[in-house]
């Protein structure tokens, strides 16, 4: 294990969308396709690397999110990438992805950021019904969404398709048939999200005035099942809560998050945690570009106690779920002291399986994984 | 050499929560000089946190004060202060019985209220002088002519000699101890200094040092140090160890003669071997008083409730922490219990439902316990067939009905005193609570005292809430107890999950038993958090099933995303939960909240 808590993975976040999304609580802001400060942003990027003790450390994989990082120029992205290679000790045969709209990627897009080092994408389908894409206020339709995948899945090495659920009206053997779509394109991996209704959005102010109604619970758990049972059939394995993937190709980069690892964390609204020391940076793109170097809003010191907290919280969000192992040398702590009591009433009632490695929550429990992750708090 | 009973005057303050006792006791202790301005501290007599917060006092507490009057003659001033809630009326009377005045404080912005009436009046009852004394003159909506006609009209009580003062702008202080010097009476020894003791235990509290330490006021002989001394209630004996006054730190004195009043400390292991109101003597037969003081009584607790550690594992430091307690309070009682829902407890009895509420709260503040306690419950006496009678302080151990022949439960008569255009909302809650209607008196044209007896078991059912909301906070309330009355009481259980779960059962009247058996199966399917199995909550009466109510499972309970920039938020909201969890008890595979206990209070809400 030694230097494990070295393995660094990068985030780098890119502030703006075409249009901001009414559910989406990331950091982004609008702008017209021809005003984006390319060359600008990387050089921010550059410059708030230079003052990140991240020498020495090994880099585990590169995330580039957003907002909507393919609207960036390939050249400029691959420029902010080779900065990042060179920063850390050099990285061998990383994971390097990309997120994506359908209206910002096609075939020659795609090559071109194969050019710059990338070799995973991850595109913002949502979903292949016209209907619920207008409901989530998406700028493409369905055909759109399926034409972008088969263009880029014989391109990129890896491809994954995010996609939504719990929208009103919309059924388990709904998403079953959306699914299907998306799996006929080819992509190795399908985020599936539940809606989820943040505060500081347009949605969340509309639900605060009633307007806004989700599907009901039922549905929604219904579908989480279903999703499960039809990726499975496809072979894939329901590798995190909202996560699918065929075997060998689960996201490197956030199964390190999961683990509880350090990661650092780029550009506007980003969020970082290394060595205990967790920092977001301001969201404004402004204020980013006028000091990346002094951009942080927010630090916080996680104490052993916190990290074994999140640990718990992230890693029982997984099949594989929380390593005492890793843990301990994170942390010092034995995951297990403390909460003896509540993992004993939990696996009692076949909510956690715990043996001498880890403790997992086995799937047809995770519906109600926060509770029993707060009991365990 | 004792001091000069002529020139001794002993004197409480009587006034309502808030109508200045505390800052005019304050004043005093500046304008005679006790306290230099170093000293000077808010609410000096009150030193219990929770006091001081709550504006009350629990502990009665004395200070030697020395004043040079106009006269030029210099007297002891012994301020007595007394706790002022009805729940403890009999320390009241005691603390009064050690006095010959009192002065009565009305906010003159106020007016009367019904807890100061109480003590008036047993202040009354004690032969007091009573200087009526109208504070907050001050104050823009201070109107001392009502105020004293309430007074004359309410407590009978000639307001001529009446003192206006605002403690607050130290006006009028040196006028009450004028008042306090010419009007009160100096003590009566019928022996004086020669004859055998006889000191009245005022109150008492422990101290890690020197054990109980008593508060006494000497009426005949002389307590001196190492005095060989008998409690005449319990017939122990001690040796005077230590003697002292508090003026107002506490400072040794040799001895105290009649009419003096101060503390001594006698290795008393415990506040339980020094029962107030008893009465102090030596052991020497020469110096043995024969005939204790009048009006001893052994207090009993008039309310029990369950406390329960929320974690098992917190049980011996509950048990700790009330022993602890009780080395102060000797009128908190309890005693293991054990319930099927919440474990190993204790049952614990108390004077009142404030004296509940401070030990509750005391125990998770300074002890810092998660505790989980039941809904608070009168004694009731169940006749059995076979003639005999068992106290049941707990509703779900009330015997199998079969064995019963009848129930008894306590009345309390209720006074409650309220504007004139309340009177009816008045009467409508205490018809709707079993009442019976004693008297409705007009004090003043626009000031009634309505009273009623009432079963304590009502009274406790959010009773005082409900007034307070009928007569928009105007109504003030004393009650004391007025004897046992059979009804026809049956008991609810609740059921979760098919088991009967003990500590919800609830003991009340068979004609709203229906309806509070379905209104508690209501309330507690909102109390009960969702959980992932559907929850059946059901309401029994004899075996027989009066309600269902059902907590649907919750489908869903998982975060869709979670990744590095939520971690944090993520976090803390588990926190949250996790602490909104501490107070839940797990009954079988269900939690169920604190307030799930306590939902018999007000099922109507």
Redesign the interface.
Known sequence: MMGQGLDTSA?VHFPWCLKKCPYCD?ASAAIRRGEVPHEDYTDAIVRELEGRPVAGRRLESVFFGGGTPSLWDPKALGRALAALRGAFDAGGDLEITVECNPTSIDAEKAAALREAGVNRLSIGVQSVNDGRLRFLGRLHDAAGALRALEAVVPVMERVSADLMFGMPGQTADDFEAEIDAVLATGVEHVSA????IEPDTQFGALHRKGRLTLAP??D??DT?ERAREVFRAAGMIHYE??NHALPGRTSQH?QH??RGGD?L?LGA?????LNGR?Y?NDPRPERYLAAPAAAEVFE?TLEPD?RV??AL??GL?TDEGVRFDTVQARTGLDARAGRE?AIA?RVA?GDLVVDDERMRIPHER??????I???L? | MPFPIERIRNFSIIAHIDHGKSTLADRILEFTGALSDRERQDQFLDKMELERERGITIKAQSVRLSYTAKDGIEYQLNLIDTPGHVDFSYEVSRSLAACEGALLVVDASQGVEAQTLANVYLAIENDLEIIPVFNKIDLPGADVDRSAREVEEIVGLDCSGAIEASAKEGIGIEAILEAVVRRVPPPKSTTGNAGPLRALVVDSWYDSYRGAVVLVRVIDGVLAEGDKIRMMATKADYEATEIGVFAPFPRAVGSLGPGEVGFFAASIKSVGDTKIGDTITHTQVKLRATEQLPGFKEVKPMVFCGIFPT?SSEYPALRDALDKLHLNDSALTFEPETSDALGFGFRCGFLGMLHMEIVQERLEREYDLDLVTTAPSVVYHCYLTDGSMVEVENPSRLPDPVKIDHVREPYFTVAIHVPAQYVGAVIKLCEERRGEQKGIQYASTERVIVTYELPFAEVLYDFFDRLKTATRGYASMDYELAGYRQNKLVKIDMMINGERVDALSAIVHHSNAQTLGRGLATKLRKIVPR??YEVAIQAAIGGKIIARETVKA????????????D??R??KL??K??RG?RRMK?VG?VEIPQAAFHAILNVDD
């Open positions: 985030y990331f999200y539940a809606l989820t619970e039922g929604f758990a989480f809560v909202s956030n998050y999961w990661y964390g609204g980003a969020v970082g945690t967790r977001k916080e916190d907290r999140e919280m992230l969000r009591r009433r009632s995770w519906l109600h994984l926060d509770g992750v707060a009991d708090f | 974690d959980q992932q919750l489908r869903k309970d998982v975060t869709a995303k979670c990744y590095g920039g971690i944090t993520k976090r588990l926190e939960q996790k969890k797990s595979s």
